[in-house]
C-alpha cells in the first residue's frame, strides 16, 4: 500500500515553502520517525519526518516551491528496498572495465610506397578545425531567494518606510561585568550546567531601563498606543540560512542562570534547524549583538512592531578619562534604534544611560 507523504501545516499564516533538501533517497527504506527533508518557510524551517515505515519514492526534487497539503513521496508499505548502492556500484564497475578493455585488430595492409616520388608533407591545420577557446565558466551565479530571506528582506524595508528610525548612541565601559564573569565562572558553570555570558547582562540591564523608561515598551497599532507590561525580549541569532529572532518570555523573573539556559536552547534549535514559530512572536524589544561578528558600530533596523532595539558591539581596548587620568579600558559602543512616532529623543537618550549604568554596576543584576 502506498502511502502519501505531504506539507504538512507548519503555521496559521503560512501556505507555502520550499523544499530545501532530502535526507532519504529514492529507493530508500525508512523507518517511522526517519527524517524525510527540511521545509523552508518565510518564517522557520520545519523538519519533516515518516509518519509510516517502507520504501521511498520521490515525487518532488529539491529547490521545488510547495503548497501546504501538497504531496511530495510516497511510502510503499509493502515494498522491498532497492537493491543495496554497493551492489549497483560493483556492476557499474565490471561494465567500466569491460569497455576499458582494448580490442586486438590485424593491421592493415601498407599500400606500397614508390622511391622516385617524394613523401607529401602533411597539409597544417586549416583554422576552422583548431580546438575552439575555452569560455570563462562560473563568473556568476543565479538561485532564487529563500522564503525566509524574502521575508527578511520585506521587513527591512517595511521598517524602513513605515517608521521614523532614529539611532543614538553611548559607550559602556565592561570593566566591571568582566571581572565579575571572571570571578564567578568556574562556580556558576557547575552549580548551572552552563557557561555566565555576557547577553544575560544585557537582558537584564534592558528590563530594568524598560520598567525605567516604559515609553519604549510600547508600539504603534493603527491609531493607538499599546503599552506593554511585560518583557519577552528578542534575542537576534545568525544562522545559515538567514536572521532570527528567539524570544526570551518574561525575562524580569528569570535569574542570570534562567536566561543563560534559554539562551543555550535557542542556539541549540538554531544550529538544528528546529527553531518554531512559536519561538519568533509576541517579543516587545530586541537585542543584536554584531560585536560577535567583529562589528564596532552600528544603527540596527527596528523590529517591527516593537519601538526599540539595542545593537551591542565588539569589546576593545581604548584609552578613555577617568578622574582625571588616561587609563585603558574594555569598552564597547551601544546603539539604540528607535521608532521617533513613540519615542522622543530625552527618553531614548535616558533609555541608552540606564543600561550602561546597569553594566558598569551589574552586582546588582547578579544578586536578583
Not at 507548519?10 to 535526507?23: A, D, M, N, R
Not at 529539491?62 to 551492489?87: F, L, M, R, S
Not at 517579543?283 to 554584531?290: K, L, P, R
Not at 529623543?345 to 546588582?364: D, M
Request: glycine residues 8%.
Amino acid at each position: 500500500m502506498s502511502v502519501p507523504v505531504i506539507i504538512p501545516t507548519v503555521g496559521e499564516s503560512i501556505t507555502s515553502g520550499v523544499l530545501s533538501s532530502w535526507h532519504k533517497q529514492e529507493g530508500d527504506r525508512v523507518a517511522v520517525g526517519d527524517l524525510l527533508f527540511v521545509l523552508d518557510t518565510d518564517k522557520v524551517s520545519s523538519e519533516v519526518t515518516a509518519l509510516e515505515a517502507g520504501v521511498l519514492s520521490i515525487k518532488v526534487a529539491e529547490g521545488t516551491e510547495v503548497q501546504i497539503g501538497e504531496t511530495v513521496a510516497e511510502i510503499d508499505t509493502e515494498a522491498a528496498a532497492a537493491p543495496a548502492k554497493e551492489e549497483g556500484k560493483m556492476k557499474n564497475e565490471e561494465v567500466a572495465e569491460e569497455k576499458a578493455e582494448p580490442k586486438v585488430e590485424d593491421p592493415a595492409p601498407k599500400p606500397p610506397t614508390s622511391m622516385a616520388a617524394p613523401a607529401t608533407p602533411p597539409s597544417p591545420t586549416p583554422n576552422s578545425q583548431l580546438p575552439a577557446p575555452t569560455r570563462p565558466e562560473g563568473r556568476v551565479t543565479r538561485r532564487k531567494l529563500s522564503p525566509l530571506r524574502r521575508k527578511i528582506a520585506l521587513q527591512l524595508v517595511s521598517a524602513q518606510q513605515n517608521a521614523a528610525i532614529l539611532t543614538t548612541f553611548n559607550e559602556v565601559d565592561m570593566s566591571a561585568v568582566m571581572s565579575l564573569r571572571k570571578e564567578v565562572q568556574e562556580g556558576f558553570q557547575a552549580k548551572y550546567g552552563v557557561k555566565l555570558g555576557f547577553m544575560s547582562f544585557f537582558i537584564k540591564a534592558v528590563v530594568a531601563a524598560l520598567k525605567a523608561i516604559p515609553q519604549i515598551n510600547a508600539q504603534l497599532e493603527g491609531d493607538e498606543l499599546i503599552e506593554n507590561h511585560y518583557y519577552d525580549i528578542g534575542v537576534a541569532v545568525g544562522t545559515e540560512k538567514g536572521l532570527m529572532v528567539p524570544v526570551l518570555r518574561d525575562c524580569e523573573k528569570l535569574t542570570l542562570a534562567g536566561l543563560e539556559k534559554e539562551l543555550a536552547g535557542f542556539a541549540l534549535k538554531a544550529r538544528e534547524g528546529k527553531i518554531a514559530l512559536s519561538d519568533l512572536q509576541g517579543g516587545v524589544f530586541t537585542i543584536s549583538n554584531g560585536g560577535v561578528y567583529g562589528s564596532l558600530l552600528s544603527t540596527p533596523i527596528l523590529n517591527p512592531p516593537q519601538s526599540g532595539i539595542l545593537g551591542m558591539h565588539k569589546i576593545q581596548e581604548r584609552p578613555v578619562a577617568i578622574e582625571g587620568k588616561v587609563v585603558i579600558r574594555p569598552m564597547m559602543y551601544l546603539a539604540l534604534s528607535y521608532d521617533h512616532r513613540v519615542v522622543d529623543g530625552k527618553e531614548a537618550v535616558t533609555f541608552l544611560i540606564k543600561v550602561k549604568e546597569a553594566l558598569e554596576n551589574p552586582v546588582r543584576l547578579f544578586l536578583d
